[in-house]
């Protein structure tokens, strides 16, 4: 038997204006689509993404200079 589904949650690859309402109205026009509720940026987001970057530089430094000093100073 198959699933179905009862919605999808849709995740913009950058944060959008409110003024670009292009988009919002397209997802709409999506036969099918009940409802379209915008999510407003909040300042935790920017703490979250500056921490996973963080992660992210960390983990590639990690990778690709196992012997050298980490540029913050120390080795790694």
Known sequence: ?????????VTFDR?????D???LTAIRMIKG???VRPVTVKWEDGMM???AR???EDLLWK?????LPSPKGGRR
């Open 49 to 51: 993404y500056a921490r």
């Open 21 to 23: 309402k292009a988009i």
């Open 63 to 67: 990778a690709l200079h196992e012997d």
């Open 15 to 19: 944060d959008i204006h409110e003024d």
């Open 1 to 9: 038997m198959s699933k179905h589904f009862k919605g999808v949650v």
């Open 33 to 35: 689509v009940a409802r």
């Open 54 to 56: 963080a992660e992210i």
